[in-house]
């Protein structure tokens, strides 16, 4: 019989990684893979292990909410990143890492909308969930995301916002080939923003989002939404706006990243910006 396409036990006969992927463990169903990783990570797992399962039953997005992840249909994964002590800070880890993700999905016209969603046509086809703690002063970071594979009908509201491969390619590839893809394309991006920052990829970044130099809505908490240009990217990873009728710019910064337990509460950013 040929393998099948879908197994991710058979992720490591597909790697080209040199070390993203290397230690792996796969389960059926968990609650979420970052959970199970956070654990592993604690105990001991190496930089670049992976933790994938065909399920999960409580599966999270950023800002609290839930994400879809029905059974052995799209990709679940979560990856233990080691920060070396003195390199630079995490703020920009889900963008680097949205960069290396959109350079290994197939070529579906996939584009980034800040801060780390992948979109296809316009729909979600990608999200990451990092999250963070300090380790005896090194970063010990998980670096989750879910990939719509096989899903052709999204349940609720997300019918109107989600995609999915098998909704943009005739041959979608099987979830352990595109794993193994995904992951060199994470493990480049993840050596150049952990050695020189998030310097080292911004370029790629800008090529890449799509919603740069349009109008965009913003909600600065419940209830206030204002229209803003999405000018550029300040060298740290945060979105510079400015109204569209002119004005100062201001900055919105990414709240991707939790540290559980943060050496110094002044630098983090923990305020709810997302871009609607
Ligand atoms: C988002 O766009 O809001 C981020 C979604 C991240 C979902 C993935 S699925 C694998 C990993 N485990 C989780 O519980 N969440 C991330």
Redesign the pocket.
């Known amino acids: 019989m040929p393998p099948d396409p879908d197994d991710l036990r058979r992720l490591g006969d597909l790697l080209s990684t040199r070390r993203f992927g290397r230690a792996h463990e796969h389960h059926e169903t968990l609650s979420?893979?970052?959970?199970r990783a956070a654990a592993w990570a604690r105990s001991g797992a190496p930089h670049g292990a992976v933790v994938t399962a065909d399920a999960?039953t409580?599966?999270?997005?950023?800002?609290g909410?839930s994400?879809h992840?029905a059974s052995r249909e799209n990709l679940?994964?979560?990856v233990i990143v080691r920060a070396r002590a003195g390199g630079p800070g995490l703020g920009a880890l889900g963008l680097a890492a949205a960069v290396g993700l959109c350079e290994g999905m197939p070529d579906v016209g996939v584009v980034l909308k800040w801060p780390?969603?992948l979109l296809v046509g316009g729909r979600?086809i990608g999200?990451?969930?990092c999250e963070a703690r300090w380790s005896g002063g090194v970063a010990e970071a998980v670096v989750?995301?879910?990939i719509n594979v096989g899903t052709r009908s999204f349940p609720g509201p997300l019918a109107a916002i989600a995609t999915s491969l098998a909704s943009c390619m005739d041959a979608p590839l099987g979830r352990a080939e595109l794993l193994a893809r995904l992951l060199g394309g994470l493990e480049d991006a993840m050596e150049a923003f952990l050695h020189h920052g998030f310097a080292a990829v911004r370029e790629r970044y800008v090529a890449r989002c799509s919603m740069l130099g349009t109008t965009v809505a913003l909600e600065n908490g419940p209830g206030k939404r204002v229209e803003v240009l999405a000018e550029g990217l300040d060298p740290d990873g945060a979105l510079r706006v400015r109204p569209p009728g002119g004005g100062p710019s201001w900055r919105v910064e990414s709240s991707d990243v939790w540290l559980v337990e943060p050496p110094d509460p002044g630098r983090l950013t923990n305020g709810d910006t997302g871009l609607a």
């Open positions: 979420s893979t970052n959970d999960q409580a599966g999270r997005g950023r800002r909410r994400w992840s679940y994964a979560s780390n969603d979600k999200g990451i969930l989750g995301f879910g």
